[in-house]
């Protein structure tokens, strides 16, 4: 398991320096209004990714029988062809609204190529749990390094000629480039498994029906929890700050958003190889230590670090983006933890509970911005209240669903 593991974290790694090397020229190449741009259309593919599968990855790793996992891949693909169906509807309809209301003014040309990138996120990510379930770490780890190699490159060939959108084309460029590389070496089953009719098991279906229910329910509050700040801070502090809300995703969540979703699959793979009780708790516990390690050093980090960090980092445009970090960075690993050990709830099987938790997370988002905006003073005043109380709202959440975890976990197989 540490041998796969450490295979991720080495593509995820290479991946994630190409991302932070390629940041210091491209904020002084594009505007914080081009990273909105961006922000908006990883909204979309992000959540399109999660949701596209019908969340019939993570089944994947459940059946012993490959001629099981087979059903359940079928289901996969079933359902990202729904989703490109439903992207296309909701973009094209929405297309001219978005542009006007978030000042997206070349939002309207990204919009009608968004089916086909949501498609490419949700069918990778159906591939790389089947890689997962295959114990294949080396295919998913050559993914995680060359599609943000490809997005870089093409974000910095582009910036001049299209300086708004630039950002834009090259993340799609990069999930495209994922895609492919997850396809090699799975061409028999994806051409197999598109015939839907020779694949058919009800039982099998039937089996997994807590996934495409329960937990795409869950998954769907929980990613929509995610991005809602996109949405609400964008509508109402404006494209500047959403753009600086951006670099700090950029620099610090996704570098670790990125090492937790190396590791969870390789954590819950390694947890079903053990028994549960005393095994179990131990190696849940070893994973919390070091995720909470790596959290605490993260934070101390960025709270130690100037204030004019950003400023000279990324150019004097991006001078007030240091304190825009500052307040996102606890929302930020706690995240990180989160997502790195939910898995376990799959262990233990409290897929309910899960979306019980990400109805909660999209409540508590929504409160938080709600009396961030109305209440200010009570986040320490100020234009940023309404962000400060979404940050505070996740923060809560997070620890609430890490202590349900523990409990969860420490008290399975008693």
Known sequence: MLKRMATLLGGSLAGQLVTIAAAFILTRLYSPEAFAHLEMFALVTGIAAVLGTGKYEQALMLPKAESEARVLFVAGQRAVGITVFVVFVLATLSASWVSTRYGLEHWTFVAYALPLFCAFAAHARLMEYWHHRNADAGKVATAQAAGPLASEGVKLALAGPLSMTGLVWGSAIGIGIRWATMRRGLTDIVRDTWAWHRVKDDTVLADHRDY????????????????????????????????????????????????????????????????????LRALFLRALGA????????????????????????????????????????????????????????????????????????????????????????????????????????????????????????????
Not at 258 to 274: I, K
């Open 291 to 414: 995720f909470a390690v790596a959290s605490a050093l993260v934070w101390v980090v960025v709270m130690l670090a100037p204030g004019h960090t950003t400023a000279w980092l990324f150019g004097a445009e991006w001078f007030g983006a240091m304190d825009v970090v500052r307040i996102l960075t606890p929302w930020f690993v706690l995240n990180f933890m989160t997502a790195g050990l939910g898995a376990l709830f799959h262990r233990v099987r409290k897929p309910r509970w899960i979306t019980w938790l990400d109805g909660l997370h999209l409540l508590a988002v929504g409160l938080g911005w709600y009396l961030g905006t109305i209440r200010p003073e009570w986040f320490g005043g100020g234009e940023w209240g309404a962000l400060i109380g979404i940050v505070w709202a996740k923060c809560i959440y997070y620890v609430l669903n890490l202590a349900v975890l523990i409990t969860a976990v420490l008290r399975h197989g008693k």
């Open 212 to 279: 495409p229910t329960w937990v795409l329910a869950g998954s769907a509050m929980n990613r929509l929890a995610q991005w809602l700040h996109v949405l609400l801070i964008g509508a109402t502090l404006g494209p500047v700050l959403l753009g600086m809300m951006g670099l700090a995703r950029r620099m610090i969540m996704q570098p670790l958003s990125l090492l937790a979703t190396s590791s969870a699959p390789v954590l819950f793979q390694g947890s079903t190889e053990v028994e549960d009780g005393a095994p």
